[in-house]
């Protein structure tokens, strides 16, 4: 059979097989190992990203390392939370190694109840310290924005929503599409919008907000950020609330959207009141059954290697490291929203809580 690493998804285990370049490395590699008397172990890995984005990633890792990776990848349905949830379930027990989550607030979270251990990483320490948390449990790495999906058939980009307080304009009435906060990275944006008016602006400033998208009948979409973007293109609305990475793709397949990198400016336009940025996040699992593999696979996450891979791939990830002159300037984000992840991931839960409470019932 030829060489490939496992990928394990709703109960069926696959083997993915690698190309004829591969195969060759591969079978050197085995080779190698045949002779060695202390072969390397495998690492076995939770992953939210998507398949697409991440399996060349991992395959890039065996081939580099020689160390074989075995994946657990979530569902689409709850994405980061259902990988998160068996973590912690499996606590006692660990079956994982590492932890890659398209996002960074269930990291937070998992290193707060110690299911996360801290991980001395040279290569992680190139990136800015907002994206990593000193103990090393949790490292941030090659973000996607909060962005503004629009349809360029229906909007003007002068037109486009500049700022999230925009979309409360009654022009947009009934024109507005959102993903459902209790999952994904709406539910750390909606964190952060509260974290951040609360601290830079007026508690109370987030309801009223609520209040504004409410009035204007904005429509909680169960399907995700994807479904965003796919309503905006099919013309169910004109604007929505998603991640670059979707608007990205959607581009890639002809739809005729585009997107707005917003701000969270109250009033003016002040210094770090711009772009939300969530970025992916890796950790080691307490009790790892090989934790020096482990800490391999997190620093080559946290490479410029991968970095480069992500912004290349079809998610166009945007990167933290300082680019090459001549790189395109829409892989970074000038004025990122200057906000702690760590207080975003504490106020989700109340967030989720009010938007429910306020969106989930239909206007009268």
């Known amino acids: 059979m030829s060489p490939g690493f496992r990928v394990i998804q709703g109960g069926f285990s696959i083997r993915v097989v690698l190309g004829p370049v591969t195969h060759l490395v591969a079978s050197l590699l085995l080779l190698t190992f045949i002779g060695c008397d202390d072969p390397r172990p495998g690492v076995v890995v939770y992953v939210s990203a998507d398949q697409d984005i991440a399996r060349p990633v991992l395959e890039r890792f065996q081939q580099h390392s020689g160390i074989p990776v075995e994946v657990v990848y979530d569902t689409e349905a709850t994405k980061t939370t259902g990988l998160a949830n068996r973590l912690r379930n499996e606590a006692d027990n660990p079956r994982a190694d590492v932890f890659w989550s398209s996002e960074v607030f269930q990291p937070i979270l998992l ?10 990483s040279e290569v992680g320490a190139e990136l800015p310290e907002q994206f990593r948390e000193a103990e090393g449990r949790w490292w941030g790495f090659s973000p996607r924005a909060r962005v503004i999906v629009y349809s360029t058939d229906r909007v003007n980009v002068q037109d486009a929503p500049q700022t999230w307080m925009d979309l409360t304009d009654q022009r947009w009435k009934g024109r507005v599409a959102m993903a459902d906060p209790r999952f994904g990275t ?5 964190g952060a919008m509260l974290a951040y008016w609360d601290g830079n602006f007026m508690p109370g400033y987030f309801g ?9 009948d904005t429509r909680m979409l169960t399907g995700g950020n994807a479904a965003v973007v796919d309503g905006v293109a099919r013309g169910e609305f004109d604007v929505g609330m998603t991640d670059s990475d979707d608007v990205y793709r959607a581009i890639e397949n002809g ?12 009033q003016g336009g002040s210094r770090g009141s711009g772009t939300l940025l969530i970025p992916n996040a890796a950790g080691i699992v307490n009790g790892a059954s090989n934790p020096v593999a482990a800490s ?14 992500l912004a290349e791939s079809a998610s166009r990830n945007l990167v933290l490291r300082q ?3 001549e790189a395109s300037e829409q892989l970074q984000v000038a004025d990122p929203l200057d906000v702690d992840l760590g207080v975003v ?16 019932e239909p206007s009268s």
């Open 111 to 120: 290193a707060r109840e110690g299911i996360l251990v801290p991980h001395a």
């Open 186 to 190: 709406t539910r750390g944006h909606v």
């Open 208 to 216: 009223a907000y609520l209040e504004g998208l409410k009035e204007n």
């Open 255 to 266: 739809w005729n959207v585009d997107m707005i990198l917003p701000r969270h400016d109250v």
């Open 296 to 309: 391999q696979l997190v620093d080559f996450l946290l490479s410029a290697e991968v970095e480069n891979m």
């Open 323 to 325: 680019l090459d002159p």
């Open 345 to 360: 991931a504490d106020r989700s839960p109340e967030a989720v809580d009010q938007v429910m409470r306020k969106l989930a």
